[in-house]
């Protein structure tokens, strides 16, 4: 009985995932210009916040160079896309590779310590990229990097909704990727590490090489985001990575909760998408996140993603008895 209950909530789940890509599809390329533009950016945002999610929720790890994650591929994808006359999509690899570097290198220096000293050094790391690529012009130019509209073979991608299908996308191909992930070995080992460290140690887990790759996986996805964002948005500055942003996206993990994807997508569609369509209250915007962290540790402490499991449980309980 059991088991035939699990099956279903994953078929369930499924169901519900490719519904909501639908609906997330359909209104993308039937909406305005401005609507289908905000949709991507929270698209891009949700493929970057599973990185995060990845490490916090499944790895226990933390980090506060999120957004630096982000911006430096950007900003790398952007110069050569700009230098070269090369479509940042042609570049996405390259996009991924610096974030998978940048990701190694925090992972480096976040692995030699513990406890809150790893918050310090994730945000020195953070404030390192800013402080130093982000004020370089060989990197950034004049500040304000402006690319051409990109083009795929003969056709302009010149709007929102042309360039909406790729933007989808990769934002599921990284969920899909991410959530076969979670039912491999690694995803196991990742959450034992995160449970238990010391039984993890003792049945051979490799905590170094786990732990640091939590990191890259971060730095991968957060990678991918960045390639996207200049194909996206045809405009990069450093005033798009502030330093604040990486705390948006803790607040993000945090409010999600350990689990599936499910949590930490409908937390970035919330926080952000209330930043991005409700633009007459941007003092409420301001304060959301940090009230919903507050509430989520005080009051939630599982996250959407508890309060998910505890509804399902709840129908399937329902429905067993009928």
Do not use: C
């Amino acid at each position: 009985m059991v088991g035939s209950i699990q099956i279903g909530r994953q078929h369930s789940s499924g169901f519900a995932a490719l519904a909501g890509v639908a609906v997330v599809a359909i209104v993308g390329m039937t909406s305005s210009e401005v609507t289908t533009f905000k949709i991507g950016l929270i698209l891009i945002f949700v493929t970057s916040a599973i990185g995060l999610h990845v490490l916090v929720n499944w790895a226990g790890e933390l980090s506060l160079a999120h957004a630096g994650m982000v911006g430096l591929p950007a900003f790398v994808v952007a110069k050569l896309s700009s230098d070269l006359d090369v479509s940042p999509l042609v570049l996405a690899p390259v996009g991924l590779a610096v974030g998978v570097a940048v990701g190694g290198v925090v992972a480096i220096a976040a692995l030699r310590v513990s406890g809150l000293y790893v918050a310090i050094v994730t945000l020195a790391a953070g404030i390192a990229i800013d402080r130093f690529f982000f004020t370089k012009n060989w990197l950034i130019g004049d500040g304000n990097l402006v690319l051409s509209p990109p083009r795929l073979g003969p056709w302009e991608l010149s709007t929102a909704r042309s360039l909406f299908p790729i933007v989808l996308g990769v934002a599921v191909i990284s969920a899909v990727s991410v959530r076969l992930m979670m039912q491999s070995r690694v995803g196991r080992a990742l959450s034992l590490i995160r449970t238990d460290p010391s039984v993890a140690a003792s049945v051979g887990v490799n905590m170094a090489v786990y732990r640091a790759g939590a990191y890259i996986i971060a730095g991968a996805l957060a990678g991918v985001a960045g390639a996207i964002t200049p194909l996206w948005v045809q405009r990069v500055s450093p005033a798009s990575f502030p330093l604040s942003l990486s705390f948006t996206y803790l607040s993000v993990a945090v409010v999600a909760g350990s689990g599936s994807l499910g949590g930490v997508v409908a937390a970035a569609v919330a926080l952000e998408g209330f930043r991005l369509f409700i633009s007459d209250t941007s003092f409420i915007a301001a304060y959301i996140g940090p009230v919903a962290v507050i509430v989520t540790l005080t009051r939630f402490p599982g996250g959407l993603n508890q309060q998910g499991r505890w509804i399902r449980g709840l129908v399937a309980g329902i429905f067993t008895k009928s």
